[in-house]
C-alpha cells in the first residue's frame, strides 16, 4: 500500500496520526501541532491514512480495518528506520494507534489518543446511512455525532468518497481495540458526542484522562490544553490538566 509521509526535521519524532475524512496536514500542521513539538525539540512524521490525502485510496471495505491500517503505519516506521516512538493520534487515527500498540508494542513507547470513547460512530450512525450521505448526498443521520462531518465533506472539492465510503464500511465490521499494553494518555473535549463513554474507555485502557472544558470534536483538537496535557505526557511526566 502506497502510503504518502511527511517528515518534519528534528530528533525522536513523534508519529502523528489523523482522522477520517481528513489528512496528515490538515490535522497535525494547521492546528500546530507540528510546530508544538518543533518547539519542544521534537520532529515529526505525518503520514496520510490509506484512503486519505495522497496516499492510496482502494474502494474494496476489505481493505480497511483498525490493524489493516495500522500495518501501514509499521512500513512507515519501517521506511524511516525507527526502531520505536511516541504517538499521538485522533478520532479513528486513535483506534488505528492502539491497533498499531496491539499489534506492535515494541514499536509504541507511549501514546496519546484523543477524541474518542466506547462507542464505534459509523456503526452507531448506521454503515448504509452513512454510505448514502457519501456517495448520493443523502442527509446525514439525523442527531449523529457524525452529521457536521458528513455535510461538511458533500461540499468538500476533490474528495475520493468512494475511498472514504469503504473505509467507514471496513471500520465498522472491525471491533474497537480498547486495550493498551504501552503508557496511555485519553485527551477529549468534554462537549464531545464522540467521545461517548471516555471514562469507561479510559479504564479498559489503563488510561490518564484529561477532559478539555467546553471543546467538542473539532476544537478539541486544536486547544492548548490538549497539547498541554500530551507534552509532558510524552516525555514521562504526569499531564497538565486544564482548568
Given at each position: 500500500?502506497?502510503?504518502?509521509?511527511?517528515?518534519?526535521?528534528?530528533?525522536?519524532?513523534?508519529?502523528?496520526?489523523?482522522?477520517?475524512?481528513?489528512?496528515?496536514?490538515?490535522?497535525?500542521?494547521?492546528?500546530?501541532?507540528?510546530?508544538?513539538?518543533?518547539?519542544?525539540?521534537?520532529?515529526?512524521?505525518?503520514?496520510?491514512?490509506?484512503?486519505?490525502?495522497?496516499?492510496?485510496?482502494?474502494?474494496?471495505?476489505?481493505?480497511?480495518?483498525?490493524?489493516?491500517?495500522?500495518?501501514?503505519?509499521?512500513?512507515?516506521?519501517?521506511?524511516?528506520?525507527?526502531?520505536?516512538?511516541?504517538?499521538?493520534?485522533?478520532?479513528?487515527?486513535?483506534?488505528?494507534?492502539?491497533?498499531?500498540?496491539?499489534?506492535?508494542?515494541?514499536?509504541?513507547?507511549?501514546?496519546?489518543?484523543?477524541?474518542?470513547?466506547?462507542?464505534?460512530?459509523?456503526?452507531?450512525?448506521?454503515?448504509?446511512?452513512?454510505?448514502?450521505?457519501?456517495?448520493?448526498?443523502?442527509?446525514?443521520?439525523?442527531?449523529?455525532?457524525?452529521?457536521?462531518?458528513?455535510?461538511?465533506?458533500?461540499?468538500?472539492?476533490g474528495v475520493?468518497?468512494?475511498?472514504?465510503?469503504?473505509?467507514?464500511?471496513?471500520?465498522?465490521?472491525?471491533?474497537?481495540?480498547?486495550?493498551?499494553?504501552?503508557?496511555?494518555?485519553?485527551?477529549?473535549?468534554?462537549?464531545?458526542?464522540?467521545?461517548e463513554g471516555?471514562?469507561?474507555?479510559?479504564?479498559?485502557?489503563?488510561?490518564?484522562?484529561?477532559?478539555?472544558?467546553?471543546?467538542?470534536?473539532?476544537?478539541?483538537?486544536?486547544?492548548?490544553?490538549?497539547?498541554?496535557?500530551?507534552?509532558?505526557?510524552?516525555?514521562?511526566?504526569?499531564?497538565?490538566?486544564?482548568?
Amino acid at each position: 500500500m502506497r502510503i504518502h509521509v511527511e517528515r518534519h526535521p528534528g530528533p525522536d519524532p513523534v508519529l502523528l496520526v489523523h482522522g477520517f475524512a481528513t489528512t496528515g496536514a490538515l490535522t497535525w500542521e494547521a492546528t500546530g501541532w507540528v510546530a508544538a513539538l518543533a518547539d519542544a525539540g521534537r520532529g515529526a512524521l505525518v503520514p496520510d491514512l490509506r484512503g486519505h490525502g495522497a496516499s492510496e485510496a482502494p474502494h474494496d471495505p476489505a481493505e480497511y480495518s483498525p490493524s489493516l491500517l495500522a500495518t501501514d503505519l509499521l512500513g512507515v516506521l519501517d521506511q524511516e528506520a525507527l526502531p520505536s516512538v511516541d504517538v499521538v493520534a485522533y478520532s479513528m487515527g486513535s483506534w488505528v494507534a492502539l491497533a498499531l500498540a496491539g499489534i506492535a508494542p515494541d514499536r509504541v513507547r507511549r501514546l496519546v489518543v484523543g477524541g474518542v470513547g466506547t462507542v464505534e460512530q459509523f456503526a452507531r450512525s448506521g454503515v448504509e446511512a452513512v454510505r448514502a450521505a457519501l456517495l448520493d448526498g443523502a442527509q446525514p443521520p439525523a442527531g449523529s455525532p457524525l452529521e457536521p462531518l458528513l455535510a461538511s465533506i458533500r461540499q468538500a472539492p476533490g474528495v475520493d468518497r468512494e475511498a472514504l465510503a469503504a473505509c467507514a464500511t471496513g471500520m465498522a465490521a472491525h471491533p474497537l481495540p480498547l486495550s493498551s499494553t504501552v503508557p496511555t494518555l485519553l485527551v477529549v473535549g468534554d462537549v464531545d458526542p464522540v467521545a461517548e463513554g471516555a471514562d469507561e474507555a479510559a479504564r479498559l485502557l489503563g488510561a490518564e484522562l484529561v477532559r478539555l472544558p467546553k471543546r467538542n470534536h473539532v476544537t478539541a483538537l486544536s486547544a492548548r490544553g490538549f497539547k498541554q496535557a500530551a507534552l509532558p505526557f510524552l516525555l514521562g511526566r504526569s499531564p497538565v490538566s486544564p482548568a
